[in-house]
């Protein structure tokens, strides 16, 4: 039991990265200092997606998954929870590359706005 929680809690917490990598330089907007640690979680992210890595709050998920009896997964935890919601077929290379690119693109974006 205490496995299958720490597994939903690193689920629940590498959602929440995943959704400050992607719009937390809207937060920059409001609160500059926030910069300090969105670029390194940006950079983190699209270097992620860009050459395929795994972050490792996936391995730590994946650990305590199968600790608690449960087949854990393969692969990313974007392509294991986000894409099939988004896209039913799978995740390809070629996708991860254009998730950087939307990383990307948002994010120097709103730093240009946010520093003008």
Same mark, same amino acid.
Request: charged share 10%; hydrophobic share 60%; proline share 4%.
């Given at each position: 039991?205490?496995?299958?929680?720490?597994?939903?809690?690193?689920?629940? !917490?590498?959602?929440?990265?995943?959704?400050?990598?992607?719009?937390?330089?809207?937060?920059?907007?409001?609160? *500059?200092?926030?910069?300090?640690?969105?670029? *390194?979680?940006?950079?983190?992210?699209?270097?992620?997606?860009?050459?395929?890595?795994?972050?490792?709050?996936?391995?730590?998920?994946?650990?305590?998954?199968?600790?608690?009896?449960?087949?854990?997964?393969?692969?990313?935890?974007?392509?294991?929870?986000?894409?099939?919601?988004?896209? *039913?077929?799978?995740?390809?290379?070629?996708?991860? !590359?254009?998730?950087?690119?939307?990383?990307?693109?948002?994010?120097?974006?709103?730093?240009?706005?946010?520093?003008?």
């Amino acid at each position: 039991m205490a496995s299958l929680s720490a597994a939903t809690a690193i689920a629940i !917490i590498h959602l929440a990265f995943i959704l400050f990598v992607l719009l937390g330089g809207l937060a920059v907007l409001r609160w *500059p200092k926030l910069a300090w640690i969105h670029v *390194p979680a940006a950079v983190w992210g699209v270097l992620i997606e860009f050459f395929g890595w795994w972050c490792p709050l996936t391995k730590w998920e994946t650990h305590f998954l199968r600790a608690a009896g449960r087949a854990g997964y393969d692969g990313g935890f974007v392509a294991h929870y986000i894409m099939p919601v988004i896209y *039913p077929a799978g995740l390809t290379r070629g996708m991860e !590359i254009a998730i950087g690119l939307i990383v990307l693109i948002i994010n120097v974006s709103v730093y240009v706005r946010a520093f003008r």
